[in-house]
């Protein structure tokens, strides 16, 4: 049994994003802007609105400058390193972040770097899911902890956590009393309970995604869809619907 508060932070991309995950029930979330890339850093006016109206909520905002892996330049890491401390003093309680070099280690400076700027502000450190496509995971969470990581963001190294757990299950057990472990990908109210049990993880990262419809989407033969089908004139949104449904299964 986890003898902790179990936690949902829920992955948002706008403002709106943030007023559903409140409404649903969520205590955190992981800001970011272009989702449907994986997440790109936010601006700033987005963050200082949500912590305007949603005082309570806790923000842990991403820095990453472009899509694609995580393996940056040095132009695109001076870029990061003015947007982690640009939403730290907008406001943001962490910084969500990974740098990694071309063979798929940690990239031990870059990551110092960002971390030295997020702990002068006393504020959370977390890996997001860089962590997923490293070599050796065990030596990277080793590395990670000695660098003062706070959390870890995860699928297990799958594309989905419920695919992962068993690697899941073993980062709790090797690590968790030294860094948090946190599962995403996939996550929902129909599974969130069972991949915490079977792993003893604690707390879950969710898109709760819902759609909304933009008839502007398209016409006189042009699209500017993100999404090809029935969802094509759609865009991405997250439901306070699924987020209660999700709170209230764990």
Request: net charge negative.
């Amino acid at each position: 049994m986890n003898v902790k508060q179990p936690i949902v932070e829920i992955c948002c991309g706008s403002f709106y994003d943030a007023l559903q995950a409140a409404e649903g029930g969520a205590k955190r979330i992981e800001l970011n802007s272009a989702l449907m890339l994986g997440g790109l850093t936010p601006g700033t006016a987005t963050l200082k609105l949500i912590k305007k109206n949603l005082p309570d909520l806790k923000v842990i905002t991403m820095v990453r400058p472009r899509g694609a892996g995580f393996c940056y330049s040095r132009e695109e890491f001076q870029v990061m390193e003015a947007e982690c401390r640009e939403l730290l003093e907008a406001g943001a309680d962490g910084i969500a972040f990974g740098c990694l070099t071309a063979e798929k280690n940690i990239d031990a400076e870059k990551n110092s770097r960002l971390l030295s700027i997020i702990k002068e502000y006393n504020k959370e450190a977390v890996f997001h899911r860089a962590f997923d496509v490293v070599v050796n995971p065990m030596e990277t969470m080793e590395q990670l902890i000695a660098l003062g990581i706070d959390r870890v963001l995860t699928s297990g190294l799958q594309e989905k956590a419920v695919d992962g757990m068993a690697m899941i299950k073993s980062l709790q057990e090797s690590y968790g009393t030294r860094i948090e472990i946190l599962a995403g990908s996939g996550v929902n109210a129909s599974n969130a309970r069972k991949l915490m049990n079977e792993t003893g993880i604690w707390q879950v990262h969710s898109s709760c995604k819902d759609w909304q419809t933009d008839l502007t989407t398209k016409g006189n033969g042009v699209s500017y869809s993100m999404v090809l089908g029935k969802q094509e004139m759609m865009y991405d949104v997250v439901s306070a619907k699924l987020v209660k449904q999700l709170v209230d299964s764990v």
